[in-house]
């Protein structure tokens, strides 16, 4: 059986070009879910995607980075997948684990994946140490102005009775 599982960033983005693709590859059930892809530990739909999974069966995405965000998280899946004679297949990057190629090709997509994501986290820092630089503050607004929190510290230490 095809298993097939879609997996977008956040609620916003839309999950109907994955579905397409995974449904014309044949994939019999198809799990999904929008959630960010950092931990597989809080991704109930690819945790019931991999526990469906059975011996003899394919496990498709439609990208590496819909399944995981680091070469060691992928390695892991896929030699799990192994052990279990559970195929793996990534529609976009032409990726067949079960050929000695498609495994060559797996590692090396997944290794630059994780490479360039560790570039896009360093401008991100690089790009918030610019604008801390600069005044710019992050986080949420203040909710009580400076006078409301003097008020408070002096209500808090003379309580009235």
Known sequence: MKIGYARVSTTGQ????QLEKLGAFGCE?????????????????LQDAIA?????????????D???RSVLDLVQMTKEFEKQSIGFVVLDQQIDTTTPTGRLMFHVLSAI???ERELINERVKEGIAKAKAKGVRFG?????TSEQVIEFRREFKNPPD
């Open 14 to 17: 839309n999950l109907d070009i």
């Open 29 to 45: 059930k198809i799990y999904q879910e929008k959630l960010s892809g950092k931990s597989g530990d809080n991704r109930h739909a």
């Open 52 to 64: 469906f999974a059975r011996d003899g069966d394919i496990f498709v995405v439609t990208r590496l």
């Open 66 to 68: 819909r399944l995981a």
């Open 113 to 115: 994946g994780e490479f």
């Open 140 to 144: 949420r607004s203040p909710k009580l």
